[in-house]
């Protein structure tokens, strides 16, 4: 069995003019290690599939009409909501946003973000939050990293922010990473320096990569394995 697998997946949007289904996966199946890659144009259905992984989805208007999400053995459909928030997200599952302004809380430094996420999933003091913060960083290759924690998310470049979001998603080990767009409001030089550090964090923690984009170029280069999504169907 394949370390994560999408089976019969069909998603529903209810609106005014009645039911449409906005996705309808028959099969995904991914090794562990590898990175598949989801690539279609916008309004295709691809960050749909990343939110009903995490049961993100907003239902209603969304609606799960049937299928299984399996990571390692397990269905989360068949999971309380619950069960994924302290299983499942962070510790097992995280996901790297393609605005890092908009995931990041403009109110609150690096350090108070990073710290919370690192002692609400690892139960740890706050000084071993740091260093556990400061250490991702480095890992992320962000230079002066202690000076980074004290930056507010705009006081930071675009590249810095991205990069400060793949350092919390790992902070707590989670061994899927679903990265929906993450280089899209990127320049070119920057986007594939966070590509290469994604692919160099991947070889050392050994992680399972689902990468959504809508350059195929870019996935073709990034992927072992790579789907056509169109409509909500992987049609290649």
Partial sequence: MAFFEVKNLKVNHKGFDGKKCVLDIENISIEKGTTFGIVGESGQGKTVLALTILKLLQCPPGEIENGEIILDGVNLLDKSFKYL???????????????????????????????????????????????????????????????????????????????????????????????DEPTRNLDVTIQASILKLLKELQSEFKITVLFIANNLSLVAAFCDKVGILHEGRIIE
Avoid: W
């Fill in 85 to 179: 928030q302290k299983e499942v997200r962070g510790k097992k599952i995280a996901m790297i946003f393609q605005d890092p302004m908009s995931t990041l809380n403009p109110v609150f430094t690096v350090e108070q973000q990073m710290v919370e996420v690192i002692r609400k999933n690892k139960k740890a003091g706050k000084k071993e939050a740091i260093k556990d913060a400061i250490k991702m960083l480095e890992t992320v290759k962000l230079a002066d990293p202690e000076n980074v924690l004290t930056k507010y998310p705009h006081e930071l470049s675009g590249g810095q922010r991205q990069r400060v979001i793949i350092a919390l998603a790992l902070s707590c080990g989670a061994e899927l990473l679903i990265a």
